[in-house]
């Protein structure tokens, strides 16, 4: 199947300053964005730096002189996706911490959004310990998470962390992905966030303003395995952007400076 995804955003801003985006298909589907690739646009023209950063995301800054107040970011692709949900792998199994690789020690640790020690450490291992390790187990706590937290945009709150999120019972996609992902790392499962693009492929439509969505993948039987507390049911055609350790890593926009979101469209449609 085909997925046209895009977004329009324009920022105001106070010059001069700089913009970081993260905002094109992460490297690892590249290969499935079809013809001539993303159509990314900068209005105005301004110097862009490209680069990549430590966990293999396609990143830039975009550097905003004096005389520029806003700045509009455009993109539309079609990306090939296999049109199948989310694999599911019971059998998948949990490695003891000294049998991880190292590169998935970092996935472990607390980090601005997961505050593995807290007192979701004590909860995690009071209500997920008797559970049988692996697969199960990270399902067990994505259950928890679909139930204990209430979906609500109108309680979207930038700064909230996974502690307050447990603590205040409500959030958007990446509350319950942060959530999930603390809990993971409490019970020694190497957990990261995702950030991309999911539509309402295969699914009723849902009354809500299409946008970038969160989720997390975690560390079971030798490589990532996909899981969503948010929706908790396997999904079809999520098109990564990219990854870290929590949305301080992925900041979709970042700029060194005053600004205000003046448009925010995202699409993610099946062609």
């Known amino acids: 199947m085909f997925i046209k995804i895009g977004f329009d955003i324009e920022l105001g801003v106070t010059a001069p300053t700089?913009?970081?985006y993260m905002l094109q298909v992460h490297p690892s589907r590249a290969a499935d964005v079809q013809g001539q690739g993303e159509m990314l646009t900068i209005s105005p023209p301004l110097r862009?730096?490209?680069?990549?950063?430590?966990f293999q995301n396609?990143?830039?800054?975009?550097?905003?002189p004096v005389g520029v107040s806003r700045v509009r970011l455009r993109n539309e692709a079609v990306v090939f996706d296999s049109g199948w949900p989310d694999p599911v792998s019971h059998g998948a199994f949990e490695h003891a911490p000294a049998d991880l690789p190292t590169d998935t020690l970092q996935f472990l640790l607390p980090s601005r959004y997961c505050e593995v020690d807290s007192e979701l450490l004590q909860f995690a291992w009071s209500r997920?310990?008797?559970v049988p390790p692996g697969w199960q187990r990270v399902q067990a706590i994505c259950d928890f998470v679909h139930q204990h937290l209430r979906f609500d945009y109108?309680?979207?709150r930038a700064t909230r962390t996974a502690l307050?999120?447990?603590r205040e019972r409500t959030g958007v996609c990446r509350d319950f992905t942060h959530l999930a992902i603390t809990l993971c790392r409490c019970m020694n499962i190497p957990a990261r966030y995702v950030t991309g693009y999911l539509g309402d492929i295969g699914i009723p439509p849902v009354p809500y303003p299409m946008d970038f969505s969160a989720w997390f993948e975690?560390?079971?039987?030798d490589r990532?395995?996909?899981f969503d507390a948010r929706h908790n049911t396997p999904r079809i055609g999520r098109v990564v952007i990219a990854r870290g350790r929590d949305a301080a890593d992925v900041p979709i926009t970042m700029v060194f400076g005053a600004n205000t979101l003046e448009r925010f469209e995202v699409t993610t449609d099946e062609v």
């Open 154 to 156: 109108q309680n979207a």
């Open 164 to 166: 307050e999120g447990y």
């Open 58 to 64: 396609h990143c830039a800054r975009v550097e905003i």
């Open 48 to 54: 862009t730096d490209h680069y990549t950063d430590a």
């Open 224 to 226: 990532w395995h996909t």
């Open 218 to 221: 975690v560390y079971l039987g």
């Open 18 to 20: 700089a913009l970081i």
């Open 128 to 130: 997920f310990a008797g």
